[in-house]
Nanobody
Framework: QVQLVESGGGLVQAGGSLRLSCAAS????????MGWYRQAPGKQRELVAT???????NYADSVKGRFTISSDIAKNTVYLQMNSLKPEDTAVYYC??????????WGQGTQVTVSS
């Protein structure tokens, strides 16, 4: 198993930037895919971005061109750089690790609030 701890959330004005971090309790080198999801009040959790062990990335259409996911293997950390933030980006952001088929680990979440 792996424990994931998110940080970096906060309150920012529209147009601003934040960088989220997800620190894993062990090496992420062998983890198939890591990603970020978010859940706004009254809505289902949705995919934001993923990154594979080989470095391939995938983004939700709503964040393409504004968000960038990256990983630092040496630090066992995955990042989400969020630029040009919009009020609709307001949500709790969760880090996710796909350990194997149908086996996932989740962090506790970090709140991102974008004011207009």
């Amino acid at each position: 198993q792996v424990q994931l701890v998110e940080s970096g959330g906060g309150l920012v004005q529209a147009g601003g930037s934040l960088r989220l971090s997800c620190a894993a309790s062990r090496s992420i080198l062998s983890i198939n895919t890591m990603g970020w999801y978010r859940q706004a009040p009254g809505k289902q959790r949705e995919l934001v971005a993923t990154i594979t062990g080989g470095g391939s990335t995938n983004y939700a259409d709503s964040v393409k061109g504004r968000f960038t996911i990256s990983s630092d293997i040496a630090k066992n950390t995955v990042y989400l750089q969020m630029n040009s933030l919009k009020p609709e980006d307001t949500a709790v952001y969760y880090c996710n690790a796909k350990l194997r088929i149908n086996v996932f680990a989740w962090g506790q979440g970090t709140q991102v609030t974008v004011s207009s």
